[in-house]
Each structure stands twice: as structure tokens, then as C-alpha cells.
């Protein structure tokens, strides 16, 4: 895009594997299936003084295959975050925030609604020979819980293989 502008597109498709009792697994046996598909896009600035910002919106298909592996609701998340390079830390590596809302826009009226607010600090640093180590927790608020706080500790490791593969652990 123009003057440095870029749109950022994410979409995640995850395979999940539980043994929750409810509705459609009443004998709380291993199953394995899709979950609630995610795609994201956003529009983030050009690096000025080491800083970028952006915004963006997150929508939730409410895709899984039984009650179990997703929520039944469609979900939208208006988001908006911040990152800092700073020069003491190998080109690359970046402290972030990010705040999303998330909130179900339909879907299964059977369902519980979603009202969360997500509050993500961050780090990423990079390390010799296309490894890195960050922590980026997503803290996060459930209105719908009457203000319930989940606070997590978070730490993902990996290395980057070739211009566009990442293997990670978290």
C-alpha cells in the first residue's frame, strides 16, 4: 500500500481433541474435531520512530463440530495495539499492546452470549541463528461473568525456518 501501509490477514483452523462431558458427548469419550475457525484482518501504520500502530477486526465462525470444540456464535473483535522497537534488542524483537473486544454478533440462541474485553501485553526477542523467545498473555475480562478476570502466564519458544515457516512450543 501506499507510504508503507500494510494489511494484515491471520486465519486459524484448529483441530481439537477433548474428552468434555456435555450435549453431544454424554460419555465424556476422546474425540476429535474442527473448532471455531478465526480470520482477522487489520491495517498497520509504517515504522515512524520505532513505533507502529494499528487496527483491525477479528470474526469467530462458529464452525465446531459439536458443542464441545466451539461456542455456537458468531463473534466479532474490533481491535487496536502498538509495538515498539527499541534499538537495545536485535532488529526484529518488539514490545506490543493490544486491546480487543469480543463480542457474539448471533449464532446458536441455545448458546451462552460472549462479551469478553482482551488486554494483550507483549515481548518478542530474537536470538542468534532464527530463534526467538516471547510472552504475550491475553488477560481477559468476561462481562457476560459479571466482570469475571482471567489472568495467564504465558512463554512460547521457537525458530524460523526459510523467509515464511515458523515451528513454535508454548
Known amino acids: 500500500l501506499p ?3 500494510q494489511v494484515l490477514t491471520r486465519a486459524d483452523i484448529p483441530m481439537i481433541a477433548n474428552d468434555t462431558r456435555g450435549p453431544d458427548n454424554s460419555g465424556g469419550h476422546w474425540r476429535l474435531g474442527l473448532g471455531d475457525v478465526l480470520t482477522q484482518a487489520g491495517l498497520a501504520s509504517p515504522e515512524r520512530y520505532r513505533f507502529r500502530y494499528g487496527a483491525g477486526l477479528r470474526v469467530v465462525w462458529p464452525t465446531g463440530t459439536d458443542q464441545g470444540m466451539g461456542t455456537g456464535k ?23 499492546f493490544e486491546w480487543r473486544e469480543q463480542f457474539s454478533a448471533g449464532g446458536d440462541k441455545s448458546r451462552a452470549d460472549i462479551h469478553r474485553s482482551v488486554i494483550k501485553p507483549g515481548a518478542s ?39 515464511r515457516v515458523i515451528v513454535s512450543a508454548e
Open 74 to 96: 458468531y463473534q466479532l473483535g474490533p481491535m487496536a495495539g502498538v509495538t515498539y522497537s527499541p534499538s537495545f534488542l536485535p532488529a526484529g524483537s518488539f514490545f506490543e
Open 125 to 163: 526477542v530474537n536470538l542468534p541463528g532464527k530463534f526467538f523467545v516471547t510472552s504475550a498473555p491475553e488477560i481477559e475480562i468476561d462481562w457476560v461473568a459479571g466482570g469475571k478476570l482471567f489472568l495467564p502466564v504465558n512463554l512460547q519458544s521457537g525458530r524460523q525456518f526459510g523467509d
Open 3 to 5: 507510504g508503507g501501509w
